[in-house]
Nanobody, 126 residues
């Protein structure tokens, strides 16, 4: 059973940076893509970023392009989301997810992902 555990969330002020992590354990050899999603209060969950290791492509939502960066530490099976110049509208619970069957053009679709973490809260004050 693949397990994902997010960490690193917290409270920051607008303009500051934060890096959240997702540690993947279990049979990790099956998946080749990882994504970060977020859900703000009263809103639907939305895709933020994706890293497809099969073609080394990274995808970002328009709202975070140029501010967020997704990466991976292969040695430790840990995925990261570096978030810079944070805005109050970035406040949400952030989830990581893995996929062993991702079609790149659909990276933003929740149905593409097999396993999910429990989420970590990121709060940005103005």
């Amino acid at each position: 059973q693949v397990q994902l555990v997010e960490s690193g969330g917290g409270l920051v002020q607008a303009g500051e940076s934060l890096r959240i992590s997702c540690t993947v354990s279990g049979p990790t050899g099956y998946y080749f893509a990882t994504a970060w999603f977020r859900q703000a209060p009263g809103k639907e969950r939305e895709a933020v970023a994706c890293f497809n290791r099969n073609d080394d492509m990274k995808y970002y939502a328009e709202s975070v392009k140029g501010r967020f960066a997704i990466s991976r530490d292969n040695a430790n099976n840990t995925e990261y989301l570096q978030m810079n110049n944070l805005k109050p509208e970035d406040t949400a619970v952030y989830y990581c997810a893995t996929s062993g069957r991702l079609y790149g053009s659909k990276w933003y679709a929740e149905s593409q992902y097999d396993y999910w973490g429990q989420g970590t809260q990121v709060t940005v004050s103005s």
